[in-house]
């Protein structure tokens, strides 16, 4: 299809409805009041008024429709309402002796606005109504020297509009590619703008872990400018640390360790600047995997300076630690003197009074217990977390805990086990030897996760059994507590270990508690590199599990050696 641009059309359609109205005034002015050439002998009848009226019609109201879709096709129907007009006039005004053959010749000028078919059918047009004309069919006309003039005039002009149209002539081909280019330059600017004005940095590495790509934000954080670093190892330029400034290895480096795995990696690190100065930030890198082959191509990192919000992290937990510190010591007094209160030997209540006080004694408990967690958890999140690990033999040390414990289980009903290794054990002669399980460390701590997982049990178990177990292979020892209590719901089990989370039931709701016990098993497990998870189904019960790194026996006793000379030293007067 040869075409111009649209608005040709648009103003040719102007000029057809135009010449339309024209004529239909006209026509109605000859057919009422007839003055000079304003008669119906010049052509000015009835069928030129309404043709001229449907030329106006369409020329306003159902040429802007087409021309949405098609602006050529509109403008070609205008030409042939306007071309039959014309063909009307020439007919009732001496045909290819009219004057109106001007008009004819007109529009075979604008004919090359369609393109070349449609002069064509214009010059063909012509000659059919000359054939028509000459035969005697279409009325009678003297081959002489102006109907063949009329004939070849027609295909004259309408060549020479097409000459002067074709210059005007859109190569829709070119015009399609512009566009695209068009939007693909826009796509990629906007692009480019995107990753330049980002407020995290981002940075692109090849495969070979080189930078490919640095936006300014990741200049800023790492203290790189963006021409040096496209090219450099993404290592060199985004040094990081772990957290608590200690050297990280290759599995713990996102940067390294995303072309090991098709997993996007976040973590916090410390980002060590090109000068030196160390901010806290969160890193995710994400691998770029090519979708046919599946194979990791580059990966992307985006960079966050965290050091602020860290910052403000460390005052709440200050405040929290400080608040909880400073309130827990009244009220350990307040729950001492309660006790001695209620203590008989000490003191005598009725027993109304008595009634109150246990209630307060206990409510304050609660609360002692709650500043406690408080501060713990604070401490935990900080690392302040006080810990002495010594080398315990988890087996004596599980059996004496909870033979303590299993008087809470007995109160409410609950039957109690403890059951110490199972495949491993070793018969000499007719005597069991039960395994012995080494770790390295913090009684107490431990003592208090084993307790607060075995309260738990405790807590959310109406009836039934709470079994505790110590299992283990060469490198860890396991540890489960085990319950026939209400269970947890899948959806629950992925955050039960973060801070203040309670599954929201009609069995907790009424159970009191916190929602921190739970988060600070897992700091204290995780200080010693361990793991706690849980196992639920739901109105069946429960399994917490922890892992511990094992410490073999030769190994146990060479520390408990350094533990013990350690020990002397300090006992050891000074001279
Ligand atoms: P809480 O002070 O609420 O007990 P925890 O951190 O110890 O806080 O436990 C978090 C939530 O985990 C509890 O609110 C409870 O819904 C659920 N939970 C913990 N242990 C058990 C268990 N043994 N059986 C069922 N639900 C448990």
């Given at each position: ?372 967690d408080?501060?713990?958890s604070?401490?935990a ?67 208090e996760v084993?307790?607060n997982l075995?309260d738990n ?31 947890i719901?899948?959806?629950d089990v992925?955050h039960l270990f973060q801070k203040f989370y309670r599954v ?9 508690g916190t929602g921190l016990g739970l988060f600070i098993c897992r700091k204290i497990i ?6 706690v998870w849980v ?7 429960s399994?917490f599990?922890i ?29």
């Amino acid at each position: 299809m040869q075409s111009v641009s649209d608005k040709y059309y648009y103003w040719y359609n102007w000029a057809v409805t135009s010449l339309g109205l024209l004529l239909t005034v006209a026509s109605i002015v000859a057919l009422t009041m007839p003055t000079g050439i304003l008669n119906p002998e010049n052509g000015f009848i009835a069928i030129t008024a309404i043709i001229g009226f449907v030329q106006i019609i369409y020329g306003l109201i159902f040429f802007r429709l087409r021309a949405k879709t098609s602006p050529w096709i509109a403008a070609l129907i205008s030409a042939m309402l306007l071309t039959l007009n014309v063909i009307s006039l020439m007919q009732d005004t001496g045909q290819l002796h009219s004057q109106y053959w001007v008009l004819w010749a007109i529009q075979a000028f604008f004919s090359g606005l369609f393109g070349v078919y449609v002069v064509a059918a214009i010059g063909f047009l012509m000659t059919l109504y000359f054939v028509l004309v000459a035969t005697g069919e279409a009325g009678t006309q003297q081959l002489d020297i102006i109907t063949v003039g009329a004939v070849v005039g027609t295909y004259l002009i309408g060549a020479i509009g097409y000459l002067i149209w074709r210059n005007l002539y859109i190569d829709h081909e070119t015009k399609r590619v512009q566009k695209l280019t068009g939007q693909l330059k826009t796509n990629q600017q906007q692009a480019e703008m995107l990753i330049q004005s980002i407020s995290d940095g981002l940075v692109v590495i090849t495969p070979e872990g080189k930078i490919s790509l640095i936006n300014p934000a990741a200049a800023r954080l790492t203290g790189w400018e963006v021409d040096e670093a496209i090219g450099l190892d993404v290592q060199l330029v985004v040094k990081l640390l772990e957290e608590d400034n200690k050297p990280i290895n290759d599995t713990g480096n996102p940067l390294k360790a995303i072309f090991g795995q098709l997993e996007t990696i976040s973590a916090d690190k410390l980002l060590v600047k090109r000068d030196g100065k160390s901010i806290v930030v969160s890193i995710v890198v994400s691998p770029v995997i090519l979708p046919k082959t599946k194979t990791v191509s580059g990966a992307v990192a985006i960079i966050r300076d965290i050091s602020v919000s860290r910052a403000e992290e460390k005052r709440r937990a200050d405040f929290i630690s400080t608040a909880s510190h400073e309130m827990r010591t009244p009220v350990a007094a307040i729950e001492g003197y309660l006790a001695l209160a209620l203590n008989d030997k000490v003191s005598s209540i009725d027993s109304k009074a008595r009634g109150f006080l246990e209630k307060a004694h206990s409510s304050t408990q609660h609360l002692g217990k709650l500043f406690q967690d408080l501060l713990t958890s604070a401490r935990a999140e900080d690392g302040r977390l006080v810990s002495h690990p010594v080398v315990v033999e988890m087996g004596s040390y599980l059996e004496q805990l909870t033979d303590s414990l299993r008087f809470t289980a007995e109160k409410k009903g609950l039957m109690m086990d403890f059951v110490i290794g199972s495949e491993e054990h070793v018969t000499a002669g007719s005597k069991v030897i039960k395994p012995l399980y080494y770790v390295h460390v913090d009684p107490d701590r431990i003592r208090e996760v084993i307790t607060n997982l075995f309260d738990n049990a405790t807590k959310y178990t109406e009836a039934g059994k709470i079994s505790v177990g110590l299992t283990g292979n060469n490198e860890v020892i396991q540890i489960y507590i085990k319950d026939t209590g209400a269970g947890i719901p899948a959806d629950d089990v992925p955050h039960l270990f973060q801070k203040f989370y309670r599954v929201d039931s009609s069995a907790t709701r009424t159970i009191g508690g916190t929602g921190l016990g739970l988060f600070i098993c897992r700091k204290i497990i995780e200080l010693y590199n361990g793991r706690v998870w849980v196992e639920s189904e739901l109105n069946k019960g429960s399994t917490f599990y922890i892992n511990l790194p094992r410490v073999s026996s030769q190994k146990a006793t060479e520390l408990q050696a350094s533990e013990a000379e350690k020990a002397l030293t300090l006992s050891q007067p000074i001279n």
